[in-house]
């Protein structure tokens, strides 16, 4: 087997590998889709002829009919006339998954055949009368479904190792020859369908795990592109975006995180590559997230040329590693007219914490997210007291318990008057009422979300105490948000081992589906249920021991936090116990005392769950918290 084509079989073996899913993370995770394109945009002005009631309205009031339109009562539309047509593509296909299904191969192939026809010439905006699909079309994700592989190519790790097992090593390279074919064609499809055939995407989020010259050439020219996502992506040899005005010459937000393939033995930079990109969207750019966590080789430097960025909002540098400040003082430069507003960083990786310990004010800064803050770094410290007017900060890294109560907590609660949004995590497994007390007493406080103990795993350690929490957070006035993750529970404290010891640890409360001695399980299973726990199977038996359980938590739970919408008079939402609860105004309806006949309508505020499942809402808590995702 040549070294080329291993490297091209290595791109579509990868593809098949799991991804670690770790705890469950589905509640509020799920991303809205964007509205459609304007008719005006994707029937390119040309006059509408439709006679549809419809287009009777303004055409700017159109998407505000659709959206109540059913996807039945949209396939109906496709078939009145050309207008109606394009008016339901514009919602059908506003976004458009590529998982190598076959739906997702036949769009490309149409693409591919409007491309081909010179629909559209990429760049001048030129395009024939009649409307196309390609223009419907706003935000693309292109992420290859490993079950598709297998479905059309027979491709699975389980029947590679099969193969090379039984030494059928001309049969193993045969099958991924076959389905290494299939996949370049069509990601080639996809490449000129970017270039040629999608003159109104704004989105694209590439999932595919590598990336080629020609890939990001393609989305370099795309004539719209204003939101670019490249997570996990691996490159196999080393290059870069050549210099043009044009390149991502649109372009607000940029998520990058892309690291060097390990198989490959030539060991060269990413650093081209990304730098390249970066530089010819700096003037346009809003957002920058950058990733280096599995690039940790690389050293990155703009060089004695920095490039501006007179539009930067939003700065997010997880794990990068500097060979100077050079990218630093580009993106924060010391200039009255800096609009960065929210910064996030791990100030414990080299040039960041001396950069910081500079760089002091920024006074267009509103928020600051930290991760892995080395509390020995009194440089971040500085930083932080220089920008007392921030309104959210976050550390998603546990925090010695002496740090926060004498540095952190008191700086927090004496000078940041404007403080909304905090987020801290104690690196215990308790936290100590005086610093509840200083948290409680930031009462400009609406969002708090607060951790201790273990962060990952199935353990879960911090024995927390809705009590004192309660107590202490008791003159919150305006707060509306409050979350507590990673917290547990005693499940009977008063069952004993004859060591002496509890029966149940409280790092277990989560997986150990027992009542507490005092419950019963006919209070929380239906007759049938109650049935066929004891006539069932053992396995049967264990599913009704967890659902009773988790009905028994859940009224747990859900009187915690009915005290605390008493105790909070603004509060909106909570978390905690795994469970994602929000606030709901209830009537209630009771005689008058003067009356007897007449009755009133009462209401009264509580919680009620949103979700019918326990969840570590990863993503939703970092979302509502302004952390980056």
Not at 104 to 129: F, K, M, P
């Amino acid at each position: 087997m040549s070294p080329n084509r291993s490297v091209r079989h290595l791109v579509v073996t990868h593809l098949l590998m799991p991804t670690f899913s770790g705890s469950k993370d589905q509640f509020g995770k799920t991303d809205v889709p964007p509205l459609p394109l304007g008719f005006d945009t994707v029937n390119h002005g040309q006059p509408i002829t439709s006679s549809m009631p419809i287009f009777s309205l303004p055409i700017e009031l159109l998407h505000s009919v659709t959206p109540y339109l059913f996807q039945s009562d949209l396939a109906s539309l496709a078939l009145v006339d050309r207008d109606c047509r394009q008016l339901a593509r514009s919602i059908q296909f506003a976004s458009v998954d590529f998982d190598y299904s076959n739906a997702a191969l036949g769009l490309a192939t149409q693409l591919l055949r409007e491309a081909a026809e010179g629909i559209c010439v990429s760049g001048d905006s030129q395009y024939r009368t009649r409307p196309f699909l390609g223009s419907c079309i706003r935000r693309i994700t292109v992420a290859t479904n490993p079950g598709r592989l297998h479905h059309r190519h027979g491709l699975s790790l389980e029947r590679l190792v099969e193969l090379h097992e039984a030494g059928q090593d001309d049969e193993e390279t045969q099958l991924l020859e076959t389905a290494t074919c299939g996949y370049e064609n069509y990601i080639t499809s996809i490449m000129l369908a970017i270039k040629f055939a999608l003159p109104n995407v704004e989105l694209v989020d590439w999932q595919e795990r590598h990336l080629t010259p020609e890939i990001i050439n393609a989305l370099a020219v795309a004539p719209s592109l204003r939101h670019l996502k490249m997570n996990r992506i691996a490159i196999h040899h080393e290059f870069e975006v050549p210099a043009h005005p044009a390149h991502f010459s649109k372009l607000e937000t940029l998520e990058l995180e892309i690291f060097w393939r390990i198989e490959i033995d030539v060991k060269s930079s990413t650093s081209p590559l990304i730098i390249s990109i970066i530089r010819q969207a700096a003037r346009t750019l809003r957002t920058l997230k950058w990733s280096g966590y599995l690039d940790q080789d690389d050293k990155h430097s703009f060089g004695g040329v920095l490039p501006q960025f007179p539009k930067l909002t939003t700065l997010q540098l997880k794990g990068v590693d500097f060979a100077d400040s050079s990218i630093l003082i580009a993106c924060m430069p010391l200039d009255a007219t800096i609009s960065l507003r929210s910064l996030s960083l791990a100030p414990a990786r080299g040039q960041n914490a001396d950069f910081l310990g500079t760089r002091g004010y920024i006074s267009s800064l509103e928020e600051l997210h930290l991760t892995h803050w080395d509390t020995k770094d009194i440089a971040t410290l500085s930083f932080l007291r220089a920008n007392s007017q921030l309104r959210t900060f976050t550390v998603s890294s546990p925090i010695p318990p002496l740090f926060l109560e004498t540095h952190l907590l008191r700086d927090l609660s004496h000078t940041f008057h404007s403080l909304t949004t905090l987020s801290l995590i104690w690196d215990d497994t308790e936290i100590s009422e005086s610093s509840l007390q200083a948290i409680g007493s930031i009462v400009t406080l609406r969002k708090l979300w607060i951790s201790a103990g273990e962060q990952f795993g199935w353990r879960h350690n911090w024995k927390i105490d809705h009590n004192a929490l309660l107590k202490a957070f008791k003159y919150l006035l305006n707060l509306e948000y409050i979350a507590y993750s990673r917290d547990s529970y005693i499940l009977d404290a008063s069952l004993r081992l004859q060591n002496g010891d509890p029966m149940f640890q409280l790092d277990e409360y989560y997986h150990t589906f027992v009542l507490p001695g005092n419950e019963l399980y006919d209070t929380y299973l239906q007759p049938d249920e109650i049935e066929l726990m004891e006539t069932g199977t053992e396995e049967e038996t264990n599913e009704l021991d967890q659902v009773a359980w988790e009905r028994w938590h859940r009224e747990k739970i859900m009187g915690i936090a009915d005290r605390y919408v008493d105790t909070l008079p603004s509060l909106k939402w909570c978390y905690f116990g795994q469970l994602p609860m929000k606030v709901a105004i209830e009537e209630k309806r009771k005689k008058s005392g003067r009356k007897r006949n007449k009755q009133i309508t009462e209401k009264q505020r509580v919680a009620v769950m949103e979700s019918g499942e326990r969840d570590d809402c990863w993503t939703l808590l970092r979302r509502m918290w302004g952390i980056l995702v």
